[in-house]
T-cell receptor
Framework: DAGVTQSPTHLIKTRGQQVTLRCSPKSGHDTVSWYQQALGQGPQFIFQYYEEEERQRGNFPDRFSGHQFPNYSSELNVNALLLGDSALYLC??????????FGPGTRLTVL | AQTVTQSQPEMSVQEAETVTLSCTYD???????LFWYKQPPSRQMILVIRQEAYKQQNATENRFSVNFQKAAKSFSLKISDSQLGDTAMYFCASEDGNQGGKLIFGQGTELSVKP
């Protein structure tokens, strides 16, 4: 049983560009959450998707958007990249309240 | 707003000994869950243990157990018989809302297990 997968592993972009990160949830999970983790910090919640709709959103600007597909996989899009967007982006999947299971993350570097 | 505080940025323990990591939280919810996650240097976040707030009994998973003090809003993690592979950053987290919402993480405790 595959766990949560994310792609790509690493990404380098320049300021002003746009990026799309992808996540496939663990089998049997229907909810996907995205987090941003700066170096040396705990993850910060970006948003959560359930039944293809954004269910909750953290304190992130509209430059951060997402999507969930019928097969429960998800994308995180970030427009107009800033240097401060450099971070590890984590995807987590869950089913009801049994705990969120994380993927390995995508390391985004903005130059 | 919910907050989670881990007051120990770093800790170390000798292999085979026991260590306790502290966590306090603040929430106005009645129905919430608490978690400990482990993030080794390879960076994948791993769920260690889960506690439902309405359950009095402390959760246990093999060598990992919690001391959940609901009135004090304290949720510490005890690791028994520490192993070298336990070396990692440990995060305490609370989950708010009745639908299984966002996780609020603490700042983390970096645990080093020494041989």
């Amino acid at each position: 049983d595959a766990g949560v997968t994310q792609s790509p592993t690493h990404l380098i972009k320049t300021r002003g560009q746009q990026v799309t990160l992808r996540c496939s949830p663990k089998s049997g999970h229907d909810t996907v959450s995205w987090y941003q983790q700066a170096l040396g910090q705990g993850p910060q919640f970006i948003f959560q998707y359930y039944e293809e709709e954004e269910r909750q959103r953290g304190n992130f600007p509209d430059r951060f958007s997402g999507h969930q597909f019928p097969n429960y996989s998800s994308e995180l899009n970030v427009n107009a990249l800033l240097l401060g967007d450099s971070a590890l982006y984590l995807c987590a999947s869950s089913f009801e309240r049994y705990g969120q299971f994380f993927g390995p993350g995508t390391r985004l570097t903005v130059l | 707003a919910q907050t989670v505080t881990q007051s120990q940025p770093e800790m170390s323990v000798q292999e085979a000994e026991t260590v306790t990591l502290s966590c306090t939280y603040d929430t106005s919810e009645n129905n919430y869950y608490l978690f400990w996650y482990k993030q080794p240097p390879s960076r994948q976040m791993i769920l260690v243990i889960r506690q439902e707030a309405y359950k009095q009994q402390n959760a246990t998973e093999n060598r990992f157990s919690v001391n959940f003090q609901k009135a004090a809003k304290s949720f510490s993690l005890k690791i028994s018989d520490s192993q070298l592979g336990d070396t990692a950053m440990y995060f305490c987290a609370s989950e708010d809302g009745n639908q299984g919402g966002k996780l609020i993480f603490g700042q983390g405790t970096e645990l080093s297990v020494k041989p």
